[in-house]
């Protein structure tokens, strides 16, 4: 959890493994775009950064964050990825439709990995109103995209050793 005091996107502590030997599925939803667009740059830069090939990186977007899930089962189904990212934005309105969704999510992206085996990374802000969402995405406490992306690579990385 990002705080005043500390930005999570600070990697610099951290051994980050290789990403080249790879395969990366992103799912992004559409919903938010201003929030969730950067989240997506945060993610696919890092995936750059830590040696991923662009062909091995396949993007698609999602309507909402709720579709997040299907997404990455589709992508899991036809395509041999080492880890997916989900990458949406679910802000706190006046009615109890963002605990659902939120609640929604985290279940069936956890179903989606135990389905497949396979990391399936939340990327998902659940703010309580837009300015959280900015500052998580980019702003003063760091971009979760980028979170995501390490926390792909570590855990695929995590499942590589483990095969071997």
Same mark, same amino acid.
């Given at each position: @959890?990002?705080?005043?005091?500390?930005?999570?996107?600070? !990697?610099?502590?951290?051994?980050?493994?290789?990403?080249?030997? !790879?395969?990366?599925?992103?799912?992004?939803?559409?919903?938010?775009?201003?929030?969730?667009?950067?989240?997506?740059?945060?993610?696919?830069?890092?995936? *750059?950064?830590?040696?991923?090939?662009?062909?091995? *990186?396949?993007? *698609?977007?999602?309507?909402?964050?709720?579709?997040?899930?299907?997404?990455?089962? @589709?992508?899991?189904?036809?395509?041999?990825?080492?880890?997916?990212?989900?990458?949406?934005?679910?802000?706190?309105?006046?009615?109890?439709? !963002?605990? !659902? *969704?939120?609640?929604?999510?985290?279940?069936?992206?956890?179903?989606?990995?135990?389905?497949?085996? %396979?990391?399936?990374?939340?990327?998902?802000?659940?703010?309580?109103?837009?300015?959280?969402? %900015?500052?998580?995405?980019?702003? %003063?406490?760091?971009? %979760?995209?980028?979170?995501?992306?390490?926390?792909?690579?570590? @855990?695929?990385?995590?499942?590589?050793?483990?095969?071997?």
């Amino acid at each position: @959890m990002a705080t005043s005091l500390k930005n999570l996107s600070d !990697f610099s502590h951290t051994q980050v493994a290789d990403a080249s030997p !790879f395969r990366f599925g992103i799912v992004v939803a559409e919903w938010n775009a201003e929030i969730t667009h950067a989240l997506y740059e945060g993610a696919y830069n890092s995936l *750059i950064q830590y040696g991923a090939a662009t062909e091995h *990186i396949h993007t *698609i977007q999602v309507p909402g964050s709720y579709e997040l899930i299907a997404g990455a089962d @589709m992508l899991l189904a036809y395509k041999n990825f080492n880890a997916v990212i989900c990458l949406g934005c679910v802000i706190q309105g006046e009615t109890r439709h !963002f605990d !659902f *969704i939120c609640d929604a999510v985290a279940n069936g992206l956890a179903q989606v990995a135990i389905k497949y085996n %396979k990391p399936v990374i939340f990327g998902v802000l659940t703010t309580d109103n837009a300015q959280q969402a %900015k500052d998580r995405s980019g702003g %003063k406490h760091g971009n %979760k995209g980028v979170e995501a992306a390490v926390t792909a690579i570590q @855990m695929a990385n995590i499942q590589h050793q483990l095969a071997i």
